[in-house]
């Protein structure tokens, strides 16, 4: 049965073209990447399609469902720059999945397109679904899904780097998670939603809103699932006990974070979880 990484991103070659040929952020200078919230030294190629091809690899793992990270900040400029920026991605990734032997799906960026599984929103676009309910009823219609990723963030003066994934791109997810629960889940009912690095700790908060008079019951529903990347086994272990095996799934954030990280953890629960967390859950998401 085939094995899917749910979380890698990739770049490609139109995309990172569009990128080096800007003058404000997000914008990309040979390795730095320029973004509102900071500067990251990074590789562009660790980005293509033939890096991600050879982390699957490494892993061990078959398929991966790969996107553009909203923490770029597209979303952010006027329509006429984002569009061309979602356009060389579109174009881009549409050729690399075709070329890849079945080993990459794609998620579109922000709404439904055709020869994609699903889209990629950010999640401040969950603080208000109005706005966004036109994806949303679409994806629901073709059976497709939608992945809540957090988005571009702005850290306070003098931050260290670790700050925007640590505090900010957390936080995002958490009221994410949240707007979801209070008005998104009974709104789009047969929606399948996928909330990254499971939902910003979604597992630790739910004792509090349970005190807070919150019918938890509502984050057991089928079509919420969360996925793991960034997280080793003692979040893992909280969080299965906490929903069981069939709500989340395997994400590694490749190349962001080593394709191995999460894995290794998710194995060491033994192959039950392994096979939950990186076919069946998958499978079920994808079909």
């Known amino acids: 049965m085939t094995t899917y990484d749910m979380?890698?991103?990739?770049?490609?070659?139109?995309?990172?073209e569009a990128l080096a040929e800007r003058s404000s952020a997000p914008m990309l200078r040979t390795t730095t990447l320029v973004l509102e919230e900071g500067d990251y030294e990074l590789d562009p190629a660790g980005?293509?399609?033939e890096a991600c091809i050879a982390n699957l690899d490494r892993a061990g793992i078959d398929v991966a469902v790969v996107s553009c990270p909203p923490t770029l900040g597209i979303d952010d400029l006027?329509?006429?720059?984002?569009?061309?920026?979602?356009?060389?991605?579109?174009e881009g990734v549409r050729a690399e999945v075709g070329a890849s032997a079945g080993r990459l799906l794609a998620l579109s960026m922000g709404r439904p397109e055709d020869g994609f599984v699903g889209a990629m929103v950010g999640a401040d676009d969950l603080a208000d679904l109005d706005r966004i309910a036109p994806a949303l009823d679409e994806l629901e219609r073709r059976g497709a899904y939608v992945m809540v990723h957090p988005g571009g963030a702005r850290p306070p003066k003098g931050a260290p780097s670790w700050w925007a994934p640590v505090v900010d791109y957390t936080a995002q997810m958490q009221r994410a998670y949240a707007a979801w629960l209070a008005q998104g889940v009974d709104r789009w009912p047969d929606l399948r939603i996928v909330?990254?690095?499971?939902?910003?700790?979604?597992?630790f908060q739910l004792e509090r809103m349970q005190a807070r008079g919150f019918d938890i019951s509502t984050t057991l529903r089928p079509t919420i699932y969360l996925e793991a990347s960034s997280y080793g086994r003692r979040a893992l272990e909280l969080c299965l006990a906490t929903f069981g095996a069939r709500q989340i799934v395997y994400g590694s954030d490749s190349p962001v974070i080593d394709?191995?990280?999460?894995l290794g953890h998710v194995r060491s629960f033994g192959q039950a979880a392994m096979q939950a967390l990186c076919q069946d859950n998958p499978t079920t998401l994808l079909t």
Request: include cysteine; charged fraction near 20%.
């Open 195 to 203: 909330f990254s690095i499971l939902a910003g700790g979604a597992p």
């Open 47 to 49: 980005y293509s399609a």
């Open 7 to 16: 979380h890698q991103h990739l770049w490609p070659e139109s995309l990172v």
């Open 78 to 90: 006027d329509e006429g720059e984002a569009e061309e920026l979602r356009r060389a991605y579109h």
């Open 259 to 262: 394709c191995c990280y999460t």
